[in-house]
């Protein structure tokens, strides 16, 4: 079972939480920054976990539309 860890991070702390996820996690785990790597096929996982801070009730943007745009995936 394949997972896809996708975050976003400005000062760094949710790339720590998604390495806690990831190193807790004992299958197939992949994470990707979506701001710096490319992103993967999404039919190669199972499961995608999104990260990202809120700010002012809000995820970042490009979180939100990395999410619009593979919804039907």
Do not use: H, W
Not at 24 to 47: A, C, H
């Amino acid at each position: 079972m394949a997972t896809l860890i996708a975050y976003m991070t400005s000062y760094g702390c949710t790339e720590k939480a998604a390495e806690i996820i990831r190193d807790q996690l004992p299958e197939d785990v992949t994470s990707v920054n979506l701001e710096n790597d490319g992103i993967p096929p999404l039919d190669q996982f199972d499961t995608v976990i999104i990260g990202g801070s809120i700010r002012i009730g809000k995820i970042q943007r490009r979180i939100r539309r990395f999410c619009e745009k593979s919804l039907d995936q």
